[in-house]
Nanobody, 127 residues
Framework: QVQLVESGGGLVQAGGSLRLSCAASGRTFSSYAMGWFRQAPGKEREFVAAISWSGANTYYADSVKGRFTISRVAAKNTLDLQMNSLKPEDTAVYYC????????????????????WGQGTQVTVSS
C-alpha cells in the first residue's frame, strides 16, 4: 500500500521559515518525479515545486521562486520543501505527490501527472 505522509506544517509569522517533509512508503520511488502542491481556502489546488527522479532538475511556481527549495533523498524515499521568507499568501494545505516518469530529468508540474498524493499538512502564515 503506497503512502505519502507530510509533516512539518504549522503556524509561523510572516518572514519566518518552515521545512515540510514527505515520507513515501509502499514502493520504490526511484523512477518517480515528486512535487508539492497547495490549496488555500476557497481556491483550487495549485502547483508549488517539483523535482525529477534524478534529483537534477527542479521547477518552481513563480510565486515561490527564490524563497522555496525542493529536495529529495532517493535512498530514503523522502521529499522536503524548505520555505523561507514566508508570506500570508503562502497559507494553505500543502500536499506531497509522486508520479511515474519515463524521463529521469523531468520535473512534472501538472496534477494529472501525479499518481499518488498525501493527505496534506496545514501551513499558516500570520501577518
Amino acid at each position: 500500500q503506497v503512502q505519502l505522509v507530510e509533516s512539518g506544517g504549522g503556524l509561523v509569522q510572516a518572514g519566518g521559515s518552515l521545512r515540510l517533509s514527505c515520507a513515501a512508503s509502499g514502493r520504490t520511488f526511484s523512477s518517480y518525479a515528486m512535487g508539492w502542491f497547495r490549496q488555500a481556502p476557497g481556491k483550487e489546488r495549485e502547483f508549488v515545486a517539483a523535482i525529477s527522479w534524478s534529483g537534477a532538475n527542479t521547477y518552481y511556481a513563480d510565486s515561490v521562486k527564490g524563497r522555496f527549495t525542493i529536495s529529495r533523498v532517493a535512498a530514503k524515499n523522502t521529499l522536503d520543501l524548505q520555505m523561507n521568507s514566508l508570506k500570508p499568501e503562502d497559507t494553505a494545505v500543502y500536499y506531497c505527490a509522486a508520479g511515474y516518469s519515463r524521463y529521469y530529468n523531468y520535473a512534472a508540474t501538472r496534477e494529472y501527472e501525479y499518481d499518488y498524493w498525501g493527505q496534506g499538512t496545514q501551513v499558516t502564515v500570520s501577518s
